[in-house]
């Protein structure tokens, strides 16, 4: 019996199976029902009493080894087996997988609409292949009003009265919004906007806005004012504070131009600010009666007032880029270092 033990202990040792296939063969021919380890348990029964301990001592032993060697190759030969499969070594670490990040600009968009809808604003979106109507002509811009000029404007078909151009503006979508909707309207207008205009570190021809509007009875140049200041403070801080200086839109009355204290330089001048310790954000005013006219609303009854500022100004502020160009340029270098929040 000892003789078949250690033939047995031999075989294990050597063993090297090509296939799952030996690997049974071998586990039959020792554990199966006519197996050789098998026929050894039988015949421990009739063993000399004093041999008996050492004797289960080893065949129970030798059980295991049978087993941990089945195991072992088993194991061993399902993972080539797979490996041959895909051609890949699946016992290897994984990879760094990068999942991305929204980019920057879409980071500051919804931070400026998220504040916005606080204060009671909704989203609303338009077209950005626009007609003349929405982009100019119901907000009280004259056909040859110098204005247009200001806006230096992308034609697409300029056959009829109502030329189809590239919005330049997302004022146009508060037109529509006038258009079927009645007052109150409590608005905030994102899109892209497209502007004729040479490419620099300050200016691009394609940008984001976010336009708001406000209509309702009652709407006072107060409430303008306060609205625009909780929104800056939200964006830039408690401390932030605002000026307003006059200025000219065709479709507001009056007209201002909203600059924030520069968090560059805390107000003492540098050259972000050019000096002034104020940086100008948004135009904004109180809306034309003109405007209200041409969208249906009786501005005997209404007024409102309404804003616009340009994304990638906001950023730029945020973040102090210096170069607007890094925000269309998608370098990946760039752009992982916005971690704004995933999807
Ligand atoms: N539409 C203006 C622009 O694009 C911004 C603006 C909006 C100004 C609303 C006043 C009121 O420059």
């Given at each position: 019996?000892?003789?078949?033990?250690?033939?047995?202990?031999?075989?294990?040792?050597?063993?090297?199976?090509?296939?799952?296939?030996?690997?049974?063969?071998?586990?039959?021919?020792?554990?199966?029902?006519?197996?050789?380890?098998?026929?050894?348990?039988?015949?421990?029964?009739?063993?000399?009493?004093?041999?008996?301990?050492?004797?289960?001592?080893?065949?129970?032993?030798?059980?295991?080894?049978?087993?941990?060697?089945?195991?072992?190759?088993?194991?061993?030969?399902?993972?080539?087996?797979?490996?041959?499969?895909?051609?890949?070594?699946?016992?290897?670490?994984?990879?760094?997988?990068?999942?991305?990040?929204?980019?920057?600009?879409?980071?500051?968009?919804?931070?400026?609409?998220?504040?916005?809808?606080?204060?009671?604003?909704?989203?609303?979106?338009?077209?950005?292949?626009?007609?003349?109507?929405?982009?100019?002509?119901?907000?009280?811009?004259?056909?040859?009003?110098?204005?247009?000029?200001?806006?230096?404007?992308?034609?697409?078909?300029?056959?009829?009265?109502?030329?189809?151009?590239?919005?330049?503006?997302?004022?146009?979508?508060?037109?529509?919004?006038?258009?079927?909707?009645?007052?109150?309207?409590?608005?905030?207008?994102?899109?892209?906007?497209?502007?004729?205009?040479?490419?620099?570190?300050?200016?691009?021809?394609?940008?984001?806005?976010?336009?708001?509007?406000?209509?309702?009875?009652?709407?006072?140049?107060?409430?303008?004012?306060?609205?625009i200041?909780?929104?800056?403070?939200?964006?830039?801080?408690?401390?932030?504070?605002?000026?307003?200086?006059?200025?000219?839109?065709?479709?507001?009355?009056?007209?201002?131009e909203v600059?924030?204290?520069?968090?560059?330089?805390?107000?003492?001048?540098?050259?972000?600010?050019?000096?002034?310790?104020?940086?100008e954000i948004m135009g904004a005013?109180?809306?034309?009666?003109?405007?209200?006219?041409?969208?249906?609303?009786?501005?005997?009854?209404?007024?409102?007032?309404?804003f616009g500022m340009g994304?990638?100004?906001?950023?730029?502020?945020?973040?102090?880029?210096?170069?607007?160009?890094?925000?269309?340029?998608?370098?990946?270098?760039?752009?992982?270092?916005?971690?704004?929040?995933?999807?």
């Amino acid at each position: 019996m000892w003789d078949t033990i250690d033939n047995l202990k031999k075989q294990l040792d050597n063993f090297q199976p090509q296939t799952v296939a030996d690997v049974e063969a071998l586990r039959v021919g020792i554990l199966g029902k006519k197996g050789s380890l098998t026929r050894l348990f039988e015949a421990f029964k009739d063993v000399d009493p004093a041999e008996k301990k050492e004797l289960g001592k080893q065949l129970n032993l030798l059980k295991n080894k049978v087993q941990e060697t089945v195991d072992r190759h088993r194991e061993r030969l399902a993972a080539t087996a797979a490996q041959n499969i895909s051609g890949d070594d699946l016992t290897k670490p994984a990879g760094l997988i990068h999942t991305g990040s929204r980019h920057p600009i879409a980071i500051v968009q919804r931070e400026i609409l998220d504040i916005f809808r606080k204060m009671g604003f909704s989203v609303e979106e338009g077209p950005e292949i626009e007609d003349d109507w929405h982009v100019f002509s119901a907000l009280n811009f004259a056909p040859d009003h110098p204005a247009r000029d200001m806006q230096d404007t992308f034609f697409i078909n300029t056959d009829s009265d109502n030329p189809v151009l590239l919005r330049t503006h997302t004022s146009s979508v508060q037109v529509r919004t006038m258009e079927k909707q009645k007052p109150p309207i409590r608005v905030v207008c994102p899109g892209r906007v497209f502007r004729n205009e040479a490419i620099s570190a300050r200016a691009h021809c394609i940008f984001h806005q976010v336009e708001g509007l406000y209509i309702d009875e009652k709407v006072s140049f107060a409430d303008l004012k306060q609205s625009i200041l909780l929104f800056v403070r939200e964006m830039f801080g408690a401390s932030a504070k605002i000026r307003l200086r006059p200025s000219y839109f065709p479709f507001t009355e009056p007209s201002a131009e909203v600059d924030v204290n520069c968090n560059i330089c805390g107000g003492a001048g540098c050259n972000i600010c050019k000096n002034t310790g104020w940086l100008e954000i948004m135009g904004a005013g109180m809306v034309d009666p003109n405007v209200l006219k041409a969208s249906g609303i009786d501005p005997e009854k209404f007024s409102g007032f309404a804003f616009g500022m340009g994304v990638e100004r906001i950023a730029m502020l945020k973040w102090q880029v210096r170069d607007l160009r890094l925000y269309f340029e998608n370098d990946v270098r760039f752009l992982e270092q916005f971690q704004g929040g995933l999807l």
